[in-house]
């Protein structure tokens, strides 16, 4: 096992009827400011009941988060919290909501010129506006990690930041809410989840069998639960696995004492801010041709998900590894979701050239062993 | 799933070297009392490595509490905390110290005549002196949860209490400064740690496939690594995920959202209490008896244990529950631990008399059904 150093300090409420509690969650003398996306929330009720919750209390509202979260819209809303003195932020909705409110909290307290620093420099967020969540949608774990993915209009770029600072206090995690999602947002999310667990387990063995279990009981569970509650979507019970399935895909826990990977989402991100694709279907695009591309180097992690996620018995290591690659894209198609990118009409050489160039600009090298660069980058395109 | 509410705010600094880290974790200007035992980490170099690690500091110590931390010795702590306006408590050693800084911690701000009132009576503990655990044991996971159990020499009593302020600040964990410890002690925490996981997961189901599976991970991961260490102490791997195993044993995660048992605990204290066997021993003994007495609540829970963590390939849930029990009794004869009364001498008879009297006259009832009152109390103890 690897040394590590971890702390996750939100307070997960979780259960039907949990968004009642916000009201002991927020200090009485909070101002608030509630942010959300573009309003289904009205929709299905989750908006009357947060407001219900907080009868009295001081809420200012922000909506209009787009998914992929725009820097240009997010700082308007940081202007907002500073010309109201905001003292705690409400994020309600998924991740985008999540993440993007995350950056309002940074960018609020950020001790310089200009808050883009944070994602386009790494400039350090040593402090935030405090942040809660009401969760609306199972899938990017940004409920409980101080994480956050930000997209800049003008230049086309998306960029993530991190800090301790940005951990929501608390996530209310009702599972009833998210009943009424559209088939697309919840295989998205099973799909999410999954890919969060296997960057952080298709890497390569360090003798740390707990944790390899811990993301194997994710795993297992996506893929038990994940067809159960795309088939019935009112089935209160499998959609609650699901929840609390992808919260703990992201929540930092299965990553301690390992090596993590995480050159999926890097290339993802790109497709994203390229050619407008959904997070989660760039994700299932991508990691089939990366996973064989680095099948050298990933083969025993591989051939381990391949026989006690997948239950195959193939002695073979090279051979189960394939198996797994196959059984995964498999799983995907099931649930709906597409894995090539001829499927979304983009040209692989295309994308290839365009994101390889982006990273060999930025030097970045990517994966668990830093052994993937531009040109690696668009081999593995040239192959989704 | 049953609905919950968690939050476990310990930072988790694990690895070799990793108590050089204390310096970052407690202010320079506070007042530390030091808390240890019996002066075990004299002779492994632990107390060389905190004061190192704290040059210039300004920190009192306070040795010798127990293993059963008894409340005699805890109390005079508790006068030097006010005495010397301590303001931040550092426990250095296993569950015993670790429980006994937590009962400090709130007895010294507790608002209020009597603090053992936190035990007895149940009184609140809304605030303590924070508190920060070097852990030298792995065993308890009384370093990442808000638990204590205490004991009062004066009444023969032993009893636990719980508080959100007794959350360790942190806790490191050092699997290197551990290696030295005798076989007994590993034995003991190995099936300490396993018995916390029965406790969580051995119940009813609840359609918690999550939960039941990270359960699975831990057993089964101590199954594997906690003979390793025993048979090589000086296995750094083994001994660090054997350390992990017993922290995520009781840090709180594994038990949210499903039901929780906790009698085989309630019945070990009351032996620890009156007979002196040591906690996990009296866990041990306990445990098989209760099991079998409770098979038909707990038949579908063991039968799935059985399948999973033991392997066994038996269709009828009845007889594979039986076969989880004896399983489990042979994997603690395994690794040198005793599971019979008679094994300590103790006539089972006076156990089951002295025991099931004091829980008629406190009026409780035990087990994830409130089921076990005196009578079956005094039946369990009879076939230990």
């Given at each position: 096992?690897?040394?590590?150093?971890?702390?996750?300090?939100?307070?997960?409420?979780?259960?039907?009827?949990?968004?009642?509690?916000?009201?002991d969650?927020?200090?009485?003398?909070?101002?608030?400011?509630?942010?959300?996306?573009?309003?289904?929330?009205?929709?299905?009720?989750?908006?009357?009941?947060?407001?219900?919750?907080?009868?009295?209390?001081?809420?200012?509202?922000?909506g209009?988060?787009?998914?992929?979260?725009?820097?240009?819209?997010?700082?308007?809303?940081?202007?907002?919290?500073?010309?109201?003195?905001?003292?705690?932020?409400?994020?309600?909705?998924?991740?985008?909501?999540?993440?993007?409110?995350?950056?309002?909290?940074?960018a609020?307290?950020?001790?310089?010129?200009?808050?883009?620093?944070?994602?386009?420099?790494?400039?350090?967020?040593?402090?935030?506006?405090?942040?809660?969540?009401?969760?609306?949608?199972?899938?990017?774990?940004?409920?409980?990690?101080?994480?956050?993915?930000?997209?800049?209009?003008e230049?086309?770029?998306?960029?993530?930041?991190?800090?301790?600072?940005?951990?929501?206090?608390?996530?209310?995690?009702?599972?009833?809410?998210?009943?009424?999602?559209p088939?697309?947002?919840?295989?998205?999310?099973?799909?999410?989840?999954?890919?969060?667990?296997?960057?952080?387990?298709?890497?390569?063995?360090?003798?740390?069998?707990?944790?390899?279990?811990q993301?194997?009981?994710?795993?297992?569970?996506?893929?038990?639960?994940?067809?159960?509650?795309?088939?019935?979507?009112?089935?209160?019970d499998?959609?609650?696995?699901?929840?609390?399935?992808?919260t703990?895909?992201?929540?930092?826990?299965?990553?301690?004492?390992?090596?993590?990977?995480?050159?999926t989402?890097?290339?993802?991100?790109?497709?994203t801010?390229?050619?407008?694709?959904?997070?989660?279907?760039?994700?299932a695009?991508?990691?089939?041709?990366?996973?064989?591309?680095?099948?050298?180097?990933?083969?025993?992690?591989l051939?381990?998900?391949?026989?006690?996620?997948?239950?195959?018995?193939?002695?073979?290591?090279?051979?189960?590894?394939?198996?797994?690659?196959?059984?995964?894209?498999?799983?995907?198609?099931?649930?709906?979701?597409?894995?090539?990118?001829?499927?979304?009409?983009?040209?692989?050489?295309?994308?290839?050239?365009?994101?390889?160039?982006?990273?060999?600009?930025?030097?970045v090298?990517?994966?668990?062993?830093?052994?993937?660069?531009?040109?690696?980058?668009?081999?593995?395109?040239?192959?989704?």
């Amino acid at each position: 096992m690897q040394d590590f150093d971890y702390r996750n300090p939100t307070r997960i409420v979780f259960g039907k009827g949990s968004i009642a509690r916000l009201k002991d969650l927020i200090g009485p003398r909070d101002r608030v400011l509630m942010t959300y996306g573009g309003g289904s929330i009205r929709k299905n009720g989750v908006y009357d009941q947060v407001r219900q919750a907080l009868p009295g209390r001081d809420v200012i509202e922000f909506g209009g988060i787009q998914s992929n979260p725009l820097y240009e819209t997010l700082i308007k809303a940081v202007a907002l919290v500073k010309e109201r003195q905001v003292t705690f932020l409400l994020a309600v909705g998924g991740g985008s909501v999540l993440d993007g409110t995350k950056f309002i909290a940074a960018a609020a307290r950020f001790d310089g010129p200009d808050p883009w620093a944070i994602l386009a420099k790494g400039a350090p967020v040593k402090t935030a506006v405090p942040l809660g969540a009401v969760l609306t949608l199972p899938a990017t774990g940004s409920e409980s990690n101080g994480f956050a993915v930000i997209s800049r209009h003008e230049t086309g770029e998306k960029l993530a930041f991190a800090s301790d600072a940005c951990f929501p206090c608390f996530a209310i995690l009702d599972p009833a809410v998210t009943l009424s999602l559209p088939a697309n947002q919840v295989r998205n999310g099973i799909v999410d989840a999954f890919m969060h667990v296997l960057e952080q387990y298709v890497t390569y063995p360090v003798n740390a069998p707990l944790q390899d279990r811990q993301a194997e009981a994710i795993l297992k569970t996506l893929i038990e639960e994940g067809p159960k509650t795309l088939a019935n979507p009112r089935d209160y019970d499998a959609r609650a696995n699901l929840v609390w399935s992808a919260t703990q895909a992201l929540n930092g826990w299965i990553g301690q004492g390992v090596p993590q990977d995480w050159s999926t989402h890097m290339i993802g991100h790109e497709l994203t801010a390229f050619f407008g694709i959904a997070h989660a279907e760039s994700l299932a695009v991508v990691m089939p041709s990366l996973f064989r591309h680095e099948i050298a180097a990933k083969r025993a992690k591989l051939a381990q998900f391949a026989r006690r996620v997948w239950g195959v018995n193939e002695p073979d290591d090279l051979k189960a590894a394939e198996t797994a690659i196959a059984r995964t894209v498999e799983f995907f198609h099931s649930l709906g979701m597409k894995t090539r990118l001829a499927d979304y009409g983009i040209a692989a050489g295309e994308a290839g050239g365009k994101i390889s160039s982006r990273f060999r600009a930025r030097g970045v090298k990517l994966g668990e062993h830093q052994a993937i660069d531009a040109g690696a980058v668009a081999e593995i395109l040239a192959a989704c």
